[in-house]
């Protein structure tokens, strides 16, 4: 059974998939994006399903083609490397974001295919944005009786588009939980042993960072 926390952080690369296809401040706002995204690329991975399902490659391919170009990773890894961003050298922070980048995905990307048949809301009332920041909210159908999955996008512009730069899953931070938990390996071993297992596709690295939580459908 996945508790209904790894169900949303699924669903968050199902949304980045589907809510980041375009990005330009001048284009459409934050939440008209998502919606529309959603559509657009649902009807994608919907024509394509059998191979979603079947062939990882398939799906980390559309992630990291459509999807990541879209995202500020730059920005989540200084959010979460936090004090060490500051004092880790500029090979140390390449190393970590394209090493944190593939673990992710890896980790979860495999699992977007469970998400094609999940209905995803946009919801206006608890949606909102400034110049500076906006908070998409959705929720994630999570079928069998169970309460919907919450999950929240803040984005911000970065050199003219809107880019997530987090994302609120269940009420928890995708960037402060990843943040709790690297920070802890990096005062025990340091930063570049962390980097390492990074690298090595250590995925327990990962999965810390989901604690258990209630059960959703599995």
């Known amino acids: 059974m996945r508790t209904r926390l790894h169900a949303a952080l699924g ?5 980045f998939a589907c809510a980041l296809g375009a990005s330009s401040l001048q284009a459409a706002e934050p939440m ?5 995204a959603i559509n657009r690329v649902l009807d994608t991975l919907g024509a394509n399903e059998a191979r979603a399902q079947e062939d990882p490659d398939f799906v980390l391919g559309v992630i990291e083609d459509e999807v990541l170009p879209l995202v500020d990773v730059d920005g989540m890894a200084r959010l979460i490397l936090a004090r060490h961003w500051r004092d880790a050298s500029p090979e140390q922070r390449r190393r970590f974001i394209e090493a944190f980048r593939s673990t992710l995905l890896n980790a979860y990307g495999v699992r977007l295919a ?15 944005q400034d110049d500076r920041m906006a908070v998409v909210a959705t929720e994630i159908e999570a079928g ?5 999955i919450v999950v929240n996008y803040r ?14 899953a269940e009420g928890l931070s995708f960037v402060g939980n990843f943040r709790s938990t690297f920070n802890t390996e990096i005062r025990r071993d340091g930063l570049d042993a962390l980097i390492v297992r990074l690298e090595e596709g250590d995925r327990s690295l990962i999965e810390e960072a989901v604690p258990e939580g209630d059960e959703g459908r599995g």
């Open 32 to 36: 008209q994006l998502v919606e529309e």
């Open 114 to 128: 469970d998400y094609l048949d999940r209905r995803v809301m946009v919801i206006p009332r608890r949606s909102r």
């Open 155 to 168: 984005l911000r512009p970065v050199d003219g588009e809107w880019k997530v730069f987090d994302v609120e």
């Open 11 to 15: 669903g968050m690369l199902l949304l």
């Open 144 to 148: 069998s009786g169970q309460p919907n």
